[in-house]
């Protein structure tokens, strides 16, 4: 007999990095979580309580919630469903060439569970689907006791567990308001925000606040070389902007711009979903371009720094993940800068605390190596890429003596310019003043360069 649907039970279909995180936290919350994962190392590696991503936290909350029973890994779809009153759905939706989100993987899953899921249960979407989607899959669907509700993620990575834990909001959408209320149930406590609303809005609410906050790292990532071409200081604007509680300073930082597996996928896939519907979403397309040039924008400044040309010269490349805290490549903006440096002739070296191991199928030509002061020695230029803490620590005079040159370009603006120009380098940034040179027009001989470095797509 088929059991009954029981909301104590979740299958969560997909032990990536949103179905892992939400599985450990709604096990450690008390729910029987079963996680369907077809891949067989992955699985193993769940099964046995063993993170198979860098996580802060996620490998001892494994271990325990498997160690208890409350979670377990499975490989069929009738084991995870069985009994389940709520399946989510948190596979990959990666983009197409074109930009579009890939749902196939979406479309199979769910077309699975409906073969087996028990009368009553809900479908909760939690992967990042275009706006329309989880309509869509419930009309099209041939079970009519199954509801489909969209449920956004918010998890940051390398602080993934907190959000999980003590969510800012819950955003739950659909047509079936008590299939709505059970899902949005899961997170949060009583206190917690919850924005129950239709699913297209819920669709939206995803891509709208990545594509939101991407747009506003663009923008300050424009104010800063504004503040190049007129002598301020992005810190100070960006601080003084980020007083303002209508604001605020979050997300005010420049540099590089961003990565990851969400954001340029995300302002990709809804520019791309305006556009089907006769948008020209021209903010975002802005907001893609000035994210793509700060990665040229900084290549140029090494360019610059080191007198104009790179061929034969060596630069060391502090940080690669997309951001500190994970070891995740996805579209980290270290990947583009080193190819630009390699092809302008860079002989590059590059380090990193934890992503080495990912990065290096990505990078093969380029040496990687453990230590932040094997990879200077012998650098005529430093170019800091993520802003991992260990390297505000280091001790600069070991590395100017172990450096040939004297440049160090701050692709995060995070390093202590007094610091290295107190130990003689030179600090450049991103929108900030140039330290250590003697005073010359701030910013031109970097717009100048940054005309000579090949323009590198997205992607
Ligand atoms: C992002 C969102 O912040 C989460 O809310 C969302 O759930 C997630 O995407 C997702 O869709 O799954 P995440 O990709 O972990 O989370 O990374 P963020 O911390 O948002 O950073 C994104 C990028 O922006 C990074 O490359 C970071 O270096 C860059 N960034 C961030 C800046 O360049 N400047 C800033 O001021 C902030």
């Keep these: 007999m088929t059991p009954q649907a029981d909301d104590q039970v979740i299958c969560i279909i997909g032990a990536g990095y949103v179905g892992l995180v939400t599985a450990a936290g709604l096990a450690e919350a008390g729910r029987q979580v079963k996680v369907v994962e077809v891949d067989a190392d992955r699985r193993a ?14 490998d001892e909350l494994l271990s325990a919630v498997v160690a208890s029973g409350h979670l377990r890994a499975v490989e069929t779809m009738s084991a995870g469903v069985a009994g389940a009153g709520i399946v989510i759905v948190a596979v990959g939706t990666p983009p197409t060439h074109d930009g579009e989100a890939d749902l196939s993987q979406v479309r199979q ?5 409906l073969g087996e899921v028990a009368p009553g249960a809900v479908i909760a979407i939690k992967s990042t689907v275009p706006p329309g989607t989880t309509r869509a899959l419930a009309r099209g669907s041939s079970r009519k006791d199954v ?40 997170l949060g406590g009583p206190d917690t925000t919850r924005l129950l609303c239709d699913s297209v809005s819920a669709e939206l609410v995803k891509y709208g606040s990545n594509a939101f906050l991407a747009t506003k790292i663009s923008f300050i990532n424009e104010m800063a070389q504004l ?21 605020g300073r979050s997300f005010l930082s420049a540099g590089l711009g961003w990565g990851g597996s969400c954001f340029p996928k995300d302002v990709r896939a809804l520019e791309t979903s305006a556009g089907y ?62 190819r630009q440096l390699e092809d302008l002739g860079a002989i590059v ?19 990687l190596v453990d230590d932040p002061y094997d990879a200077v020695t012998g650098a005529d230029a430093v ?10 620590e280091l001790d600069w005079g070991r590395v100017f003596a172990q450096m040939r040159g004297r440049l160090v370009v701050d692709g995060r603006n995070c390093l202590d310019s007094r ?4 130990r003689g380098g030179i600090y450049v940034s991103m929108g900030r003043r140039t330290r250590g040179l003697p005073e010359t027009t701030p910013g031109s001989a970097s717009e100048a360069a940054t005309a000579s470095v090949p323009p590198v797509p997205l992607g």
């Design 109 to 113: 899953a769910v077309d699975q569970a």
């Design 227 to 247: 503040c190049e071409l007129t002598g301020a200081d992005i810190e100070h604007v960006a601080d003084g902007m980020g007083l303002d509680p209508r604001i």
């Design 147 to 186: 509801a489909f509700v969209m449920f956004p993620e918010f998890l940051r990575e390398g602080s993934a567990l907190e959000d999980l834990r003590h969510p800012s909001r819950v955003v739950v959408g659909g047509e079936d308001m008590a299939a709505v209320r059970r899902v949005a149930a899961l």
């Design 383 to 392: 170019g800091l890429v993520t802003e991992w803490p260990v390297y505000r």
């Design 277 to 338: 519907h006769g948008q020209s979403f021209w903010l975002l397309k802005a907001a893609i371009e000035v994210n793509s040039q700060q990665r040229r924008r900084f290549t140029a400044k090494l360019l610059q720094g080191l007198g104009g040309s790179l061929e034969g010269r060596r630069v060391a490349i502090l940080g690669l993940a997309f951001k500190p805290f994970t070891d995740d490549m996805r579209q980290a903006p270290a990947l583009e800068v080193v």
């Design 45 to 58: 590696a769940v099964a046995a309580g063993i993170s198979p991503i860098f996580e802060p936290g996620l």
């Design 419 to 422: 610091a290295i120009t107190g």
């Design 349 to 367: 070296v590059a380090t990193d605390p934890v992503a080495l191991a990912r990065a290096r199928p990505l990078l093969p030509g380029t040496s």
